[in-house]
């Protein structure tokens, strides 16, 4: 079977089995800061098995992309070395929400990979492992399945604590957790290895293929399991690894699928398709790659971008280990479009985009393999002894993205040696940080857990009755708030909107006969709706009835800018291009920020069409058109999907301007179009490599601010005795007069520095037989220093010379060697040497170097160290 075929088979098993197929979620989590990437199919499912959240189904199955390059599971190292270590790949899982269990579970995956409707593996070949006391699970495998005992295998805390353990899953340090049972597949005897729990286990020839993990349990903080009420399961195969399985190969890189991209990774290389290390590095990295980009992810210095920098990085440098010349990468695109682009659409939709980034990712690291030869060539001109030490390895690596086997192959044409340990010592150090920061940090039974939903019914208006479902105080649910207490109330129904979407929540009050709560904000818990504030006087219980009122106006305003972010996003992705994605967005009464993927800034003329576009359709003030639908229906639509939320099967389709936006989304919104009144774009900046942002206002808060800067012009008008009309006339003259007179300011400072020159070339002393010449220089700029430098030289024949000045508080200096004597005297050596006496750092060639302090104090013993170099160096 194909391992297209294998995928459909496994959600189609599912279904007939009651599953609801659920579409993959995106690389980046939703709602989630606790993880880097999805890293496995149960992420986007967490609230579910939480309790936080409830769904249509208690039922799912799923085929999820993920990726493990960073943080806490990364496999990047390991990646084209082993037969199944891969930065990407295809989770294919069934979940249960509190509806059956292990047995079920177990007889599921049993019947798919071993029934001749399905997947017919051979029984003997699979063992089958369970935690050490999950006697239940044990007792299933071997009684109702027919597992023979001698392939059973029971693992116990093989990791050195309680409940650590390769047969025990838990999503923290507390909060749900369980035992699992693992599938193994046999390839026969011909292939090194031992099952599961003996001392040849890490070898090749037992595979794991399946994992059913049992959450029956919710540990807390003192370490105690308790167990849960409704009993979930989520199970995950590895599809590379079973289509190797099926496909009767012994690595992931023989199947179908790899064999494609292995054959595009080698013409678009240049090189033989003999399946190295280095061609599997590249098939594998175009996976990962393309599929963060498709998602949003652009390469930066941080976070995701960071790992997707790494990544293509890691790609290119081993396409170079092969012989390619230049840019390569991108071309693997297509080939990859081809082989999943059906299951996967966004593949398609982004191709463009996709090879854009990476050819300009690529452009920029032959970039930086050039400023990284640099560095490392300054680096060993100061090397003491025969070994390169590890932290500068590391720093090359870590920093500028430079090849340690480069700086290796470098090392040995010189007699060197790389200080491996000290390069591993940072690199672990590196992972320590990246697992710390990666971790589920959070105590889940901290999180606030409400019973029951909330009916928002804020659509249809601003003020509505609520019955009180529950009460909290300081995290802790309670029977009443009394006055003056801070809180949280639930109530059944509310006009409140929770923020989500980006768009703040409601404030406002809730109030009954003697009671009154000021509501702060709004925020959601799963299905319900927390009003956040203070119980400004009265008693407010469990079971009361209250009137909830919304701030109307601040309702209003917020609706305005909502909806025009929908009329920007549309705008952006009509003008710039349909890379554009939403990264983020924060909606409130006063304005809108709204970021996007985006590789440049935006030009003038660029932002002009953008609010010309928007204010268009303000002005055509058609009627905004609201329908609820199902998922699908709303896609086939031409529905976008926002950055951050998630969605049931039931959605909001929001469209404007017949057609112009069309979104999902449950924010509250205009009527008309022409309720916006006016939209401004108030700022555009970058706000990490490949986001920009762009903040605006719309309504009275825009015309506040046109107001506003029209005051200002009159202002600035005044100013310069000018009218507005004439403003910019005016001021150009100003500046061509500003540029002339700093000229003639620079041509006078270069005759003080000639005449200069003609007297300091007669104080220069001799020592060893040198010339020497250090001066200090007042007020004089980098320039005019570097300039007098070259006059001395010509007047001085060979020489050594250090100038230097103070300068807006700080020092300048700068030094220069003549050519005769650079074998001997490097004017670099004596400016990192001058610099460090006042504070500072510098640099530069044999001949000529600059550098500077902050240690004005010092600068005249600065100086004195070119008597001092020479006098060493003689």
Not at 528 to 541: C, E, N, P
């Amino acid at each position: 079977m194909k391992s297209a075929e294998i995928r459909e088979a496994f959600l189609r098993f599912f279904e007939e089995k009651g599953h609801t197929r659920v579409a993959s979620s995106s690389l980046i989590p939703a709602n989630d800061p606790t993880l880097l990437f999805t890293n496995a199919g149960m992420n986007q499912f967490k609230d579910c098995f939480l309790g936080l959240e409830k769904r249509a189904y208690t039922r799912a199955t799923s085929s999820q992309k993920c990726v493990r390059a960073g943080g806490k599971h990364n496999d990047l190292e390991n990646v084209g070395y082993t037969a199944r270590h891969h930065t990407f790949f295809e989770m294919l899982g069934n979940f249960s929400f509190g509806d059956y269990f292990k047995r079920d579970a177990i007889a599921y995956a049993w019947e798919f990979l071993t029934s001749p409707a399905w997947l017919n593996l051979p029984k003997e070949r699979l063992w089958v492992t369970v935690y050490a006391s999950d006697d239940e699970a044990y007792d299933i495998w071997t009684r109702d399945v027919g597992v023979p005992a001698e392939r059973m295998v029971r693992i116990g805390d093989n990791k050195g604590a309680p409940y650590a353990s390769d047969n025990f899953w838990a999503m923290g340090d507390t909060g749900p957790c369980g035992p699992c049972t693992e599938i193994f597949y046999d390839h026969g005897a011909d292939i090194w290895g031992g099952p599961p729990g003996s001392p040849e286990e890490d070898g090749d020839r037992y595979i794991e293929i399946w994992n059913n993990v049992f959450m029956q349990f919710n540990r807390t903080a003192d370490g105690v399991l308790h167990p849960l009420p409704a009993p979930s399961v989520d199970t995950g195969m590895g599809l590379e690894r079973i289509s190797a399985v099926l496909q009767h190969v012994h690595s992931n890189y023989e199947i179908d699928l790899f064999q494609h991209l292995l054959a595009a990774s080698a013409e678009a290389i240049g090189c033989a398709n003999e399946e190295q290390p280095s061609l599997k590095v590249v098939a594998d990295h175009i996976r990962s790659c393309s599929f963060l980009i498709a998602d949003g992810v652009l390469p930066s210095n941080e976070g995701r971008g960071y790992v997707l920098r790494r990544i293509v990085r890691r790609a290119c440098r081993h396409g170079n280990k092969l012989g390619a010349k230049g840019a390569f990468f991108h071309r693997i695109v297509a080939a990859l479009v081809e082989e999943m682009g059906q299951a996967f659409p966004e593949l398609v939709q982004q191709q463009a985009h996709i090879e854009r980034v990476l050819k300009t990712e690529e452009e920029q690291f032959a970039k930086t393999l050039d400023q990284g030869l640099r560095i490392l060539e300054q680096d060993l001109a100061q090397l003491q002894g025969e070994q390169i030490p590890g932290e500068v390895v590391f720093k090359l690596y870590d920093t500028y993205g430079f090849p340690v086997d480069l700086t290796n192959d470098i090392a040995r044409e010189r007699g060197l040696t790389l200080d491996e340990a000290g390069f591993e010592r940072e690199m672990e150090a590196q992972r320590e940080r990246a697992r710390a920061a990666s971790a589920f940090g959070m105590d889940y039974n901290a999180l606030v857990k409400v019973e029951g939903q909330t009916q928002f019914t804020g659509y249809l208006g601003t003020q509505g009755n609520g019955k009180v479902l529950a009460l909290f105080r300081e995290g802790l649910a309670v029977e009443q708030l009394k006055t003056g207490e801070e809180g949280v109330v639930v109530l059944d129904q509310t006009p409140f909107y929770a923020e989500s979407g980006g768009q703040i929540g409601d404030c406002g009050y809730l109030q009954a006969e003697g009671l009154r709560f000021d509501v702060r904000d709004t925020s959601k818990a799963g299905g319900a709706v927390l009003h956040h504030g203070v119980l400004d006087g009265g008693v407010l219980r469990v079971g009361d009835t209250i009137e909830a009122v919304v701030d109307a106006s601040v309702r209003q305003a917020t609706a305005l800018n909502h909806s025009a972010t929908h009329l920007l996003h549309a705008a952006l992705r009509q003008i710039l291009g349909d890379h554009v994605q939403q990264k983020g967005s924060l909606v409130d009464s006063q304005r809108l920020r709204f970021d996007f993927s985006h590789y440049e800034a935006i030009r003038p003329e660029q932002i002009k069409a953008l609010e010309d576009a928007v204010n268009e359709q303000v002005r055509l003030n058609t009627a905004v058109e609201i329908e609820e639908t199902d998922i699908d229906t709303a896609k086939a639509k031409g529905a976008m999907a926002l950055f951050g939320e998630k969605y049931g099967e039931r959605v909001r389709v929001l469209s404007m301007g017949d057609g112009f936006s069309v979104e999902l989304c449950g924010g509250t919104h205009v009527k008309r179009t022409g309720d916006i009144g006016l939209f401004k774009i108030v700022s555009e900046a970058g706000v990490a490599s490949g986001v920009r942002r762009i903040e605006a206002m719309t309504g009275a808060a825009a015309f506040s601010y046109l107001n506003q800067a029209d005051e200002q012009l009159k202002a600035a008008a005044q100013l310069v005795k000018s009218t507005r009309d004439n403003l910019i006339d005016k001021l150009t003259g100003l500046l061509e007069r500003n540029r002339q007179l700093e000229k003639e300011l620079e041509q006078v400072k270069a005759k003080a520095a000639s005449a200069a020159g003609s007297d300091l070339a007669g104080s220069a002393i001799e020592v060893g037989g040198v010339k020497v010449l250090s001066a200090r220089i007042e007020g004089a700029d980098g320039k005019a220093l570097l300039a007098l430098v070259d006059q001395l030289k010509n007047k001085l024949g060979e020489a050594i010379i250090l100038l230097g000045s103070e300068l807006d508080g700080k020092v300048v200096l700068v030094a220069g060697v003549t050519a005769g004597l650079n074998a001997r005297f490097k004017a670099g050596d004596l400016m990192r040497q001058a610099a460090a006496v006042v504070g500072g750092k510098g640099g530069g060639r044999p001949d000529m170097a600059q550098g500077g302090g902050v240690d004005v104090a010092r600068l005249d013993e600065a100086l004195a160290l070119a008597r001092t170099f020479a006098e060493q160096q003689a």
